[in-house]
């Protein structure tokens, strides 16, 4: 099985910076893609930002040029480094991975339980 866990939510004010950290753990052959999703209150599940096994990623136009991820092949970690935060950017965030966990089976998602960000004054 495996396991995501997020960290790094809390409550800042407009304008200001979180970094957001996922690590990724458990029986993993293979992680074909890992990122962030965003669900704010009475809104659907949407994509934040993604990386893919060719390290190539792609980024909600809403966070473009003001959130950044990245991550550590050899820690199983993603992180998400948002500036310049709006108050439509409070969410919950979830981490997800997209994770061959057996030689035997196909690859399929994983998410982790998700972590608060607000943005507020």
């Known amino acids: 099985h495996v396991q995501l866990v997020e960290s790094g939510g809390g409550l800042v004010q407009p304008g200001g910076s979180l970094r957001l950290s996922c690590a990724a753990s458990?029986?993993?052959?293979?992680?074909?893609?890992i990122g962030w999703y965003r669900q704010a209150p009475g809104k659907q599940r949407e994509l934040v930002a993604r990386i893919h096994s060719g390290s190539s990623t792609n980024y909600a136009d809403a966070v473009l040029g003001r959130f950044t991820t990245s991550g550590d092949n050899a820690k199983n970690t993603v992180y998400l480094q948002m500036n310049s935060l709006k108050p439509e950017d409070t969410a919950v965030y979830y981490c997800?991975?997209?994770?061959?966990?057996?030689?035997?089976?196909?690859?399929?998602?994983?998410w982790g339980r998700g972590t608060q960000v607000t943005v507020s004054s």
């Open positions: 997800y991975a997209d994770v061959r966990h057996s030689y035997i089976s196909p690859a399929r998602d994983f």
């Open positions: 458990g029986s993993i052959v293979s992680i074909n893609a």
